[in-house]
């Protein structure tokens, strides 16, 4: 069965310093990949989504990027944190294919920045 | 642009008590409709979806949502909500062969024993 693993799951992080959020997925090939944020008493917002190794499409311009390395490995990044970065951080996978199909989510990562 | 609208905010409920939580989207095309569930302390996780056929979906522990095209929505219910069901629920869509989902900002439903 496939598995989404988030780290850390929670983090604390001074304005202005950097930030690398890890996303990986086991028990499947070739996986669409998401990175969405929930702040407080908002739904999701879909931030980054990779369709394969090296393929990032961006929905929000930041001060955020998002890199995938490996078939099954997304990473968030920032070089200088905002307070406005705080949020919860959600990473999804779907199946690739002609049809698209649900997403399935992680546990995500609590981000404050002080 | 898709949008999706929750319009309920934070439900409290009885248990035993019937639930329907509403959800219009806006987006002229084919859409792929979801209820997604948030349980305290848990992932989020599909309650059900749709893609095609029949407009009435049944998914898990006893939820159902009704497409109805020509109002833009995808209402969840539940005929009897157990104190088990308190968790917050985002409805989303996805259409027009756009790769992720837009969500809705959430419900959180409270079910008092």
């Known amino acids: 069965s496939q598995t989404i693993h988030q780290w850390p799951a929670t983090l604390v992080q001074p304005v202005g310093s950097p930030l690398s959020l890890e996303c990986t997925v086991e028990g499947t090939s070739n996986p669409n990949l998401y990175w969405y944020r929930q702040a407080a008493g908002r739904g999701l917002q879909l931030l980054f989504y990779?369709?394969?190794?090296?393929?990032i499409s961006s929905e929000v311009p930041q001060n955020l990027s998002a890199s995938r390395p490996q078939d099954r490995q997304f990473i968030l990044s920032s070089k200088k944190l905002l307070l406005s970065d705080s949020g919860f951080y959600l990473c999804a996978w779907s199946v690739r294919g002609p049809t698209y199909y649900e997403q399935y989510f992680g546990p995500g990562t609590r981000l404050t920045v002080t | 642009a898709q949008s999706v609208s929750q319009h309920n905010h934070h439900v409290i409920l009885s248990e035993a008590a019937s639930l329907e939580l509403g959800c219009n989207y806006s987006?002229?095309?084919?859409?792929?409709l979801f209820w997604y569930v948030q349980y305290p302390g848990q992932h989020l996780q599909l309650l059900l979806k749709?893609?095609?056929?029949?407009?009435l979906v049944k998914g898990i522990k006893g939820f159902e949502a009704e497409f109805i095209k020509s109002k833009f929505s995808f209402n969840l219910r539940k005929p009897s909500v157990q104190w088990s069901d308190t968790a917050e629920y985002f409805c989303a869509v996805n259409g027009g062969g756009r790769r992720a989902l837009t969500f809705g900002s959430g419900t959180r439903l409270q079910v008092q024993p």
């Open positions: 990779s369709v394969g190794i090296g393929q």
């Open positions: 749709y893609f095609s056929g029949d407009p």
């Open positions: 987006y002229g095309g084919t859409v792929n």
